[in-house]
C-alpha cells in the first residue's frame, strides 16, 4: 500500500492506495466523486479526462500515486448549478450533450484547451477533442459550446449568445 | 372536459427549450448505473469462452474459491438446479401471428406455419458455450480487482466444435448445426408480399438490377458499459436490479419470468442511461445473474462491463446479406422487387425486429407495384443481434438507394430523374407498399427537393472539376427515406398534484440521452397551463409504474403525448368538480383554458394548484373531493408512425489515400410535429453519424477461421470523432401523421436510416469514372484504395498513373 496526498478541486485528501490502483478508481470510489466515468479499457475515450497539475489527461491511465503531491480539477469542481462556468454554460445553450456520459471528460478537456488557447479555430477545437468519444451528438453542438465558451470567457455575455442562438437556427 | 390549449400560441410546444436534465449532468452530478452502490455490497466477474462453439466438460473453481475475498463461482449447472428460466426475449413482438397482431409491424412468421421462437437463453449455459465471450461462470468477491483476478483461475474444461459466424454459411447445406432445434441453423424462414405477381412482373421486364451486398455488423459503443447492482430482502422476498435500460417495467418483466416470480416481487430502478440506441432493450444475462447471485450470497452484488467485455458481450447491430432485383421499363418506371434477406441473429437471437421492419420497407419510398421478400433469420456462433438504431430500416433504405444509382449508372438515367419518376406522389398516399404497409401522408419528392437546395447539388459539376486539378474527386449522393415507428403499443402515465412539490408525471418510458425531463415536461406544463420548472419528470422506478414499454421504435413522444394529455384530462376533470362545488355550479359548467378553471358565468376561477391546496387545506370540502389530484391513462396503439425525408452529402476522395472527407452534408426529416426541435437537431445529427460510421469505419469482425472476435476495442473497432465529422445543415418539415393528436411521426431514428445509402452513393459518384458501380461498407481507406486500383491499376494515363502511385 502506498500513502498519497492529492488535491482535488482545492481540497487535500490523504488516502492509502495499492499501487496499481488508478486514478479515477481513486476519484470515482475513493473519494466518490463519480462525475468523472469510465468508458473504456484502452484510454480511447477520453471519458475520464481530468486536470492534473494544468493538463488535461486520462484518469484511467494515471496511477493515483502518480498524482500524489499534485492538484486535480474534476468536473465537480468546474462549477454549480447556480453558478456556471462558460463552458457548461456553453453546453447546455448549444445541446452539447445527450446522454451526458462523455459530457464531463468533454467538459475538463475543453477548459483545458481553451487555457492554452483562448481563441481557437473550429479545426483546433476538432483536433483537440480529438481524444473525446461521443456517440450521441455527432460533436457539432460540442465544438458550438466550446465556441460559446471562449466567447463568454473573451468577455460577451452568455444571456445575449443566447437569445442570439434562440433566434437564428440550423434550419435553411 | 378537455385539457385542450389553442394551437396559436403556444408557450413550449415547438420551442427549442434549454435542457432541464443538463444542470445536473454538466456538473457532475449524474446519476449512471456504475454510480450506484449498496452498503456490503459484494462484485461479480465473468469467466467467458474462448471458443465459439464448444462442449463444457467440466468447471473446476476451487482454486478461486480458495482465493481470500471469493465468496462464490456460480456455473450454469447452478442456473439449471435453481430452475431459473431462459430470458424470454421480445415474447410480445415474436411468436406467433395472432401475437404479432397486435402490434403494428407486419406480420413475418414462418411459411411453414410454425410460430417463431429462439433458442432457450439461459443466464449461464449448463452444457455447451455457443459464441466467443459468452459467459459461461460468475465470480462473486469483495472487491472488483479480487472478482477479476478469480475468473482468471477458474478452470473451465472444452471440447471444441465445429462453428460457423457467417450467415449465409450457416444455413448452407452441411453447415454445422448449432442448436437441435433449429435444421440448418434457420431461426425464421418467411416471406411477404405477392411471389407470383412479381415474377410475372420480372418475366417481362426489359431492364433488370440486382445487387448482392452485406450491411455488415456493428456494435452500438454506448458510452456508458452496461452496469448492474442486484440486490435480494430475505424479509419480503423481493428482489432489486438498478440497471439502465429503455425502460424499467420491460426489465421488471422479464427478469420476474427468469427467476420465476410474479413481477410484485420485482423492483427496477435506473436514473441516468449514458446512452443505449437499442443495445440495452434486451435483458441481458449479466444484469439477471446479479440480482440471483444477491439471493445466494446474501449481499448485493454489483457488475460492470469493460469496453473489452463490451465488445464480447454486448447486443450487437445489423448484419444482413441482401440479394435483390428491381425490374424496370424502358422508360425507368419501377415495375417489381424481389429481396432475399438473411439476417445473422447470432447465438441467441433476441430480436426479429430488424429482419422484420426491413422487410416491410424494401420498397422505400417508390411506387413498387408489386414484389415479394424472402426473409430467413440465420443463427450463428457469433454474439446475439438485436436493435439498433433505427433497427433493420437503414439497410432496407441502403438496398433500395443503390439501387437505384446503380440503375441510373447502368441505364443512363439520371439519378434525380429517375427518383422523380418513381416518388409515391401525395396523391396516391394513403399507399400500401409491397409488404402491405400503408404509409400515411407527406410529400416525399418536396423532402428531397428541399435536401438537393441544401447541398447545391446544382453547383457540383463545377466544384467536382476544381476538385480534380488537386487529384482529388469529388462525389455527391442523395437518398430517400420512409421508416416504420412502433415499439411495444401499450403506455402508461400518471399525473399527481401536490401543493410542496408540484406536478409530478409518470411515465413508463425513459430516456438514454432524448431529453424526456425537458420535453415531457412541455408537452404537460403547456397543457397544464403552468410552467416548465414545475413539472417534474419520474420514469426509473417500477414501483411507480403501472405499465411502461420504454424508449424504442421512436414510440416515446408519439406514445406519451397521448397517455399524458388523457391524464392531465383526468386530473382538469377532477378538479372541475372541485370548483363547481366551491362556486355552486354543475361541473358541466366549468371550463379550462390556459391553465385556469372558470365556474362557468360566476367570478370563481381557480388554477389546478389552487384545487390542489383547497383540497389539501379545506375540511369542509365533502369526502368525496378531497381526494389528492390524481390523473392516470393507459393506453393502447395500434397505428404506426412514418417518419420520412431525405439526406445528402458532397464526399471529396483523395485517389492517393482512399480517405474519404464528407465535404457538405444536409438532412430533411418529417416528423409529424416537432416538440422541441433542439432535440430534434441532435437527434438527426448523431443518428446521421452513427449512420456515416458504419458507411466508413465500423466494423464487427468474426474471424471465419478462429471464430474469435477480432474487433474486440476501442483500438480496432474506429468510430467517428470530433475531427473527422462535418457540420450538418438540418430542417425539419412537419406533415401530421393522423396516428396521434399531435400528429407526431417521431425524430430519433430518422437521421441513420438514409444516411449509409448517402454516404455510399456519394463515393461511388465520385469514383465513376473509374468504372466503379458499387461499394461494400465500411469504405475504409485502403478499401475505397483498393478499389479504384484494382480498376485502373495499370492505367495507361500518366495523370492517373502518378496519383495513384503511392
Not at chain 1, 69 to 92: A, C, D, W, Y
Not at chain 2, 327 to 335: C, K, S, V
Not at chain 2, 448 to 475: H, I, N
Not at chain 2, 513 to 533: K, M, N, P, R, Y
Amino acid at each position: 500500500m502506498a500513502n498519497v496526498i492529492i488535491r482535488v478541486n482545492g481540497e487535500t485528501f490523504e488516502r492509502e492506495v495499492e499501487p496499481r490502483r488508478l486514478l479515477v478508481e481513486f476519484l470515482r470510489e475513493d473519494l466518490g466523486k463519480t462525475g468523472t466515468h469510465v468508458g473504456c479499457d484502452t484510454t480511447q475515450c477520453g471519458c475520464c479526462t481530468v486536470i492534473l497539475n494544468g493538463d488535461a489527461i486520462k484518469s484511467c491511465t494515471i496511477l493515483a500515486v502518480q498524482a500524489d503531491g499534485g492538484s486535480v480539477e474534476t468536473i465537480e469542481g468546474v462549477g454549480t448549478k447556480e453558478n456556471l462556468h462558460p463552458v457548461q454554460r456553453g453546453f447546455r445553450a448549444c445541446h452539447a450533450l445527450q446522454c451526458g456520459f462523455c459530457t464531463p471528460g468533454m467538459i475538463m478537456n475543453s477548459i483545458a484547451l481553451l487555457r492554452d488557447n483562448p481563441a481557437p479555430t473550429e479545426a483546433e477545437i476538432r483536433h483537440a477533442l480529438d481524444g473525446n468519444i461521443c456517440r450521441c451528438t455527432g460533436y457539432q453542438g460540442i465544438v458550438e459550446a466550446v465556441q460559446f465558451g471562449a466567447k463568454v470567457l473573451a468577455g460577451e455575455d452568455p444571456d445575449s449568445l443566447e437569445a442570439a442562438r434562440a433566434a437564428h437556427s440550423h434550419e435553411v | 372536459m378537455s385539457a385542450h390549449v389553442p394551437d396559436q400560441m403556444p408557450r413550449y410546444i415547438g420551442k427549442p427549450i434549454l435542457r432541464k436534465e443538463d444542470l445536473r449532468l454538466i456538473t457532475g452530478a449524474g446519476r449512471y448505473s456504475d454510480d450506484f452502490n449498496l452498503p456490503g455490497q459484494a462484485y461479480a466477474a465473468f469467466v467467458r469462452s474462448p471458443y465459439a462453439h464448444a462442449r463444457i466438460i467440466s468447471i473446476d473453481a476451487s482454486a478461486a474459491l480458495a482465493m481470500d475475498g471469493v465468496l462464490a463461482v456460480f456455473t450454469g449447472k447452478d442456473i439449471a438446479a435453481a430452475g431459473l428460466n431462459p430470458i424470454p426475449h421480445d415474447n410480445s413482438l415474436m411468436g406467433t401471428a395472432e401475437l404479432q397482431r397486435q402490434g403494428a409491424d407486419i406480420i413475418l412468421v414462418n411459411s411453414d406455419g410454425s410460430p417463431v421462437v429462439s433458442p432457450a437463453h439461459q443466464l449461464l449455459p449448463e452444457t455447451h458455450a455457443h459464441y466467443a465471450g459468452e459467459a459461461v461462470a460468475m465470480v462473486v468477491a469483495e472487491t472488483s480487482d479480487i472478482a477479476k483476478d478469480a475468473m482468471t483461475v477458474v478452470d473451465v474444461e472444452y471440447e471444441e466444435l465445429p462453428f460457423v459466424v457467417d450467415a449465409v454459411a450457416a444455413i448452407a447445406p452441411g453447415a454445422p448445426q448449432i442448436f437441435d432445434r433449429f435444421p440448418r441453423n434457420i431461426g425464421l424462414d418467411g416471406e411477404v408480399g405477392d411471389r407470383e405477381g412479381t415474377e410475372a412482373a420480372f418475366a417481362k421486364a426489359t431492364k433488370v438490377v440486382s445487387l448482392h451486398t452485406h450491411i455488415q455488423r456493428v456494435t452500438g459503443v454506448t458510452m456508458e458499459p452496461r452496469a448492474a447492482t442486484g440486490s435480494y430482502d430475505p424479509e419480503t422476498g423481493q428482489y432489486q436490479l438498478y440497471a439502465g435500460s429503455s425502460g424499467v417495467f420491460r426489465h421488471k418483466l422479464e427478469l420476474s419470468k427468469v427467476l420465476g416470480v410474479t413481477p410484485d416481487k420485482v423492483r427496477v430502478i435506473a436514473e441516468d442511461v449514458g446512452g443505449n440506441f437499442g443495445t440495452k432493450n434486451n435483458l441481458s444475462v449479466e444484469l439477471a445473474l446479479t440480482v440471483w447471485a444477491a439471493q445466494q450470497v446474501g449481499r448485493p452484488v454489483k457488475w460492470t462491463s469493460e469496453r473489452g467485455e463490451a465488445f464480447l458481450s454486448d447486443y450487437q447491430g445489423r448484419d444482413l446479406t441482401v440479394d435483390i432485383e428491381l425490374a424496370m421499363d424502358d422508360e425507368g418506371n419501377f415495375l417489381a422487387l424481389r429481396s432475399r434477406n438473411v439476417s445473422n441473429v447470432g447465438a441467441y437471437f433476441a430480436s426479429f425486429q430488424p429482419l422484420r421492419k426491413g422487410v416491410s420497407l424494401m420498397s422505400n419510398v417508390y411506387d413498387v407495384p408489386v414484389g415479394f421478400v424472402h426473409a430467413i433469420g440465420a443463427i450463428t456462433n457469433t454474439g446475439t443481434t438485436a436493435p439498433f438504431r433505427s433497427a433493420g430500416r437503414p439497410e432496407a433504405i441502403f438496398v433500395m438507394e443503390r439501387l437505384v444509382d446503380i440503375a441510373a449508372q447502368r441505364f443512363g438515367f439520371d439519378r434525380i430523374e429517375l427518383r422523380r419518376r418513381n416518388l409515391i406522389k401525395p396523391d396516391q398516399l394513403p399507399y400500401r407498399n409491397i409488404a402491405g404497409l400503408v404509409y400515411d401522408s407527406g410529400d416525399y419528392a418536396a423532402s428531397m427537393e428541399a435536401v438537393l437546395r441544401m447541398v447545391d447539388w446544382d453547383g457540383f459539376p463545377l466544384r467536382a472539376e476544381e476538385a480534380k486539378s488537386r487529384g482529388c474527386r469529388r462525389g455527391i449522393g442523395v437518398a430517400n427515406y420512409i421508416e416504420i415507428t412502433t415499439g411495444i403499443p401499450r403506455e402508461w402515465a400518471e399525473i399527481r398534484v401536490d401543493p410542496e412539490s408540484g406536478f409530478e408525471l409518470a411515465i413508463g418510458t425513459m430516456s438514454s440521452g432524448q431529453g424526456h425531463e425537458t420535453s415531457f415536461a412541455q408537452v404537460a406544463a403547456e397543457w397544464l397551463g403552468v410552467s416548465i420548472e414545475q413539472v417534474r419528470l419520474v420514469a426509473g422506478d417500477t414501483d411507480r409504474l403501472v405499465f411502461g414499454g420504454g424508449s424504442i421504435s421512436g414510440r416515446s413522444m408519439r406514445f406519451a403525448s397521448v397517455v399524458i394529455r388523457e391524464a392531465i384530462d383526468r386530473v382538469v376533470e377532477q378538479a372541475a368538480k372541485v370548483v363547481a362545488h366551491v362556486a355552486g355550479v354543475d361541473p358541466a359548467e366549468v371550463t379550462f383554458a390556459e391553465g385556469v378553471l372558470t365556474a362557468g358565468s360566476t367570478t370563481t376561477e381557480m388554477t389546478i394548484m389552487d384545487v390542489a391546496r383547497l383540497i389539501q387545506s379545506e375540511s369542509r370540502l365533502p369526502d368525496n373531493l378531497r381526494k389528492p389530484l390524481r390523473g392516470e391513462h393507459d393506453h393502447f396503439f395500434p397505428d404506426p408512425g412514418y417518419p420520412f425525408g431525405a439526406q445528402a452529402c458532397e464526399v471529396e476522395v483523395d485517389l492517393a489515400t482512399g480517405t474519404v472527407t464528407i465535404i457538405d452534408i444536409a438532412a430533411i426529416d418529417d416528423v409529424g410535429r416537432a416538440i422541441n426541435p433542439l432535440i430534434l437537431h441532435g437527434q438527426t445529427i448523431g443518428a446521421s453519424v452513427q449512420g456515416l460510421g458504419q458507411a466508413l469505419m465500423e466494423h464487427i469482425i468474426y474471424d471465419e477461421e478462429t471464430g474469435q472476435l477480432l474487433t474486440g476495442s476501442l483500438m480496432d473497432y474506429a468510430l467517428p470523432r470530433a475531427e473527422g465529422v462535418p457540420n450538418f445543415k438540418v430542417a425539419i418539415t412537419e406533415t401530421p401523421a393522423p396516428s396521434n393528436p399531435l400528429g407526431i411521426r417521431a425524430g430519433g431514428e430518422g437521421g441513420t436510416t438514409p444516411a449509409l445509402a448517402m454516404l455510399v452513393n456519394a463515393v461511388v459518384d465520385a469514383l465513376k469514372e473509374f468504372g466503379i458501380e458499387h461499394l461494400e461498407m465500411p469504405l475504409t481507406p485502403q478499401r475505397v484504395w483498393s478499389a479504384i486500383h484494382d480498376k485502373v491499376g495499370n492505367t495507361s494515363d500518366p495523370d492517373l498513373a502518378k496519383l495513384l502511385r503511392s
